[in-house]
């Protein structure tokens, strides 16, 4: 295995937990190694840092999936770590384990590899150039601990493209159905795994459910930004009187209603429309309202206009909570801080003229493990808002 030897001081964010070593602070760098090859890192005083893959193209060099020095990412070590992930997930999970995210990159150790797994299918995202050379291997593992109908591959993430990879959608192994069937939660629901978003369900979201169990009851809920509508359709669960789906997506809200009439339920709407124009322009009060939308900040330098965004759209969130509902407000923007969020939140309820109590905090589910000492790998952020 090639050493790479880190500058003077670069060992600290590593020594502490985080994963990520960038291509200034390696003082031998090559960039004539071969994309996804196995590394091992060092200090500067030549002291194993940990093990790696290396990738010429970005601005991560290395992502370490070891502590100690000369671990390969072979086969063997692929296999043993999606065991263990998958493990861990039955023991969380139990049954429930069959729908759920199996791999969550970092966090299971696997840099660059997140698999979800519906039932008997698996959706798999090859994020890195380390495991995108690994590919092949990841698949056998795959196939052998869980013998799917099928594994797709959703390699179309713009992440591909920093590490000079190709964005693509195929079939890995088997056959994949244009949509996919699979309980959760007590749910049955479909998800489109060809042209959903990321790897065409977000199971991160499966505990914050909950957050609707003392509050759904006879409620008249909105479930904006409603993607598949799994908000609306637990509020449903929960004895909602009423949904309202909403999302810009036709496509999105078909899936919402398919899921909904899977169910039995009959008491929902399906409105198209621009969230943020829908809040503003509909006079519409309701007992419970959802904000669950996309990433508002892609980087660092978005994280501002991020903000300014969260205010606006809590803002008008707000003002459509009848007094004495509530709001369940999300944001899934890894480099805005739960800090900065709910300030961005107090902000919105000062400028609406509702006063409001958090009494609920969510984070990402067990399946979605991250690493204390790696900010990067916690992105999920849940307040559960009574609206006074």
Known sequence: MKVLKLRRGAERRTSRGHAWIFSNEIENFDSTLEPGSD?????????????????????????LHSKKGNVPLDEGELFSRIKRAADFRSEWYGEEAKSARLVFAE??????????????????????????????????????????????????????????????????????????????????????????QKTGFFFDQRENYRLLERIAGG????????????????ALKYGAKEVSFADISAGALDLAAKNAEANGFANFECI??????????????YDVVVLDPPAYAKNKKS?????????????????????????????????????????AVA?????????????????????????????????????????L
């Not at 198209?272 to 006079?283: H, P, Q, T």
């Not at 067990?366 to 204390?372: S, T």
Request: proline letters at 4%.
């Open 39 to 63: 590394v091992t890192v060092v200090d500067y005083q030549g002291k194993p840092v940990g093990s790696g893959t290396f990738s010429p193209k970005s601005l991560i060099s290395v992502r």
């Open 107 to 196: 966090g299971d150790g696997l840099p660059g590899l997140v698999a979800d797994r519906f039932e008997d299918t698996l959706s798999v995202q090859i994020l890195t150039a380390g495991m995108e050379k690994r590919t092949e291997a990841v698949l056998d593992a795959l196939q052998s601990l869980f013998s799917p109908k099928g594994i797709l591959l959703r390699n179309d993430s713009a992440v591909r493209e920093l590490e000079g990879l190709a964005r693509e959608v195929k079939v890995g192994r088997g056959e994949v159905g244009e949509l996919v069937s699979f309980t959760l939660g007590g749910l049955k629901l479909f998800a489109d795994l060809y042209g959903g």
């Open 219 to 234: 409620a008249k809920v909105l479930d904006a930004f409603c993607y598949s509508g799994s908000w609306g359709l637990n």
């Open 272 to 285: 198209k429309a621009d969230v943020l124009e829908l809040l503003r322009e509909e006079e519409t009060r």
């Open 303 to 343: 994280v501002p206009a991020a903000l300014r965004g969260y205010l606006n759209l809590n803002k008008w969130g707000l003002r459509r909570v009848k007094p004495g509902g509530y709001l369940v407000t999300c944001s899934c923007s890894l480099n805005v801080s739960p800090d900065e969020f709910t300030e």
């Open 347 to 387: 902000l919105a309820a000062s400028e609406a003229g509702r006063e409001v109590r958090v009494i609920g905090v969510g984070r990402q589910a067990a399946d979605h493990p991250w690493i204390p000492a790696m900010a990067e790998t916690m992105y999920l952020k849940v307040l559960l808002l009574k609206v």
